[in-house]
């Protein structure tokens, strides 16, 4: 592969970049009107405009990007994630083109791309399962029955959803008729496919993911875990890796348990199986994502491999350099999604200039962001400013690091989670490791970060003040006549 087009923008796109640089491999950048001074199409090799702001007419014209592709001699096409990144039908069209796309082929993206196919799917190799039925529910006499069957409370989930949308929780009989109405219709909206099925609701759960590599011929591995249960609206904001509460046997478990699943769909590239924890740590697989993961520097940390080389690497055809007994953990990894967002208004967007940017930077820290200080905050894509990652030798070491890094990360113009991120890591019960999928709802208040940011600047106010009297005091000191120092 001498080119490589990348179909993204903002810090995933020159993340991916970089690598792509490191690799001695020319860059290719496409970027929208909105786009057109951001750093990853500075960075490339070679840029090009694929049209307005919106995404559905910019980064989501998957036939407008092969053209630009062909037009420039390019060998392989990373998606990066979000956009097109688990689009099956454009992945399959890049390899008609006779381009590389640089993930999984087009048949895994479509069963793992549906949580009921994919469910079908892994059903042969004895992957654990939330207690539930696996087929598309509408009609509600059959819904009752089944959730009387595996008892309340239950999880209405939309087959083709993600991002919490199309997600409802039934505590009782009398609530599903309207909830399952409304799960049906949030599908619809968000995926154009209203299918619903029907699961027993775990409580108290914790989201572990396992990272996978599989080369085409026919090795699977996998990088370990990550734990990303601190959530708002059913999203990421907190991940960390390794998890605090996997001993090496369920480590070794689960490992095998997302070999599996990709073994299923004869997976190839880099992925991540998705699985949910109960309080008595049994673990049942939720879903399988199909591209690089947000939070994947925290296990590039703690393994020591980059995983878009990887990625790269296994496009290319070649085999996988290292086996599963080579690899091991080394240090605590811990990740804080910086988004344009305002923590103490429910988390909404905010939307603005940065009128003051200076990111963090030292031994342990890393930033994998794509905007500087100047830039407009697009209303059009993902608020994600940054990834705040940092590294020690154990978990205290990185936490450590992570609050001076926030600290130190100067953002003005618009609100951020770095205030919630601080929260957070402060938090006995994040220090603790004891906490699940409802960190946010059991813990956090936007009164709670109010007070914080009050006490915060009245510290502030204080020590400006005990500052100012003691500037005074020296300014206040007679000056001594020459005639009596020459005495």
Not at 72 to 88: C, K, M, T
Not at 257 to 274: H, P
Not at 422 to 437: C, E, I, L, P, Y
Request: aromatic share 8%; glycine share 8%; net charge negative.
């Amino acid at each position: 592969m001498k080119k490589i087009l990348v179909a993204n923008r903002g810090e995933i796109a020159l993340r991916v970049m970089k690598t792509i640089k490191q690799m001695g491999i020319k860059s290719v950048a496409i970027f929208s009107e909105a786009d057109r001074n951001a750093p990853h199409v500075r960075f490339a090799d070679e840029a090009i405009c694929v049209g307005p702001a919106p995404s559905n007419q910019s980064y989501l014209l998957g036939d407008k990007i092969i053209e630009i592709a062909k037009s420039l001699s390019v060998d392989g096409i990373h998606p990066g994630y979000g956009f097109l990144s688990e689009n099956a039908d454009f992945a399959e069209k890049v390899e008609q083109n006779g381009i590389t796309f640089i993930g999984p082929k087009s048949h895994a993206i479509r069963i793992m791309g549906d949580k009921l196919s994919a469910k079908e799917t892994v059903k042969n190799y004895d992957i654990p399962m939330v207690p539930g039925i696996d087929e598309a529910v509408t009609n509600l006499d059959k819904a009752i029955e089944i959730a009387n069957e595996i008892g309340y409370p239950i999880l209405i989930k939309a087959s083709a959803g993600g991002g919490g949308k199309g997600m409802r929780v039934v505590e009782e009989e009398a609530k599903l008729e309207e909830q399952m109405k409304r799960a049906i219709s949030e599908a619809e909206s968000a995926f154009g496919n209203g299918a619903v099925f029907i699961e027993k609701y775990v409580s108290s759960p914790r989201h572990i993911e396992i990272q996978i590599l599989a080369d085409t011929h026919g090795n699977v591995l996998h990088l370990f875990e990550r734990e990303c249960s601190v959530q708002r609206r059913h999203q990421k904001v907190v991940e960390e890796a390794p998890s605090t509460i996997l001993t090496p046997q369920l480590r070794e478990k689960m490992g095998q348990a997302a070999i599996d699943v990709a073994k299923s769909c004869d997976y190839v590239g880099a992925g991540t199986v998705e699985f949910l924890m109960d309080e008595k740590k049994n673990f049942y697989f939720l879903e399988m994502n199909t591209r690089l993961q947000v939070e994947h520097p925290v296990t590039e940390l703690i393994s020591g491999m980059d995983l878009v080389e990887q990625q790269i690497r296994i496009a290319r055809g070649e085999v996988l350099s290292v086996s599963q007994k080579e690899l091991k953990i080394t240090g605590h990894a811990l990740e804080l999604r910086v988004y344009a967002e305002d923590p103490t208004d429910d988390f909404l967007p905010s939307v603005g200039t940065l009128e003051r940017y200076r990111k963090p930077s030292g031994p342990g820290i890393r930033v994998d962001d794509g905007f500087e200080e100047g830039m407009e905050i697009p209303i059009y894509y993902d608020p994600m400013l940054s990834k705040l990652v940092t590294y020690g030798k154990d978990r205290e070491e990185a936490l450590q690091l992570m609050l001076e890094a926030i600290n130190l990360y100067e953002v003005r113009g618009v609100a951020t989670t770095l205030p919630f991120g601080k929260f957070v890591f402060n938090h006995d019960a994040f220090r603790s490791g004891d906490f699940d999928t409802h960190f946010v709802k059991n813990y956090y208040t936007p009164k709670v970060l109010e007070e914080e940011v009050k006490e915060e600047a009245y510290l502030a106010a204080l020590m400006a003040m005990k500052q100012y009297q003691a500037d005074q005091k020296k300014l206040r000191l007679p000056e001594v006549p020459s005639e009596i120092k020459n005495q």
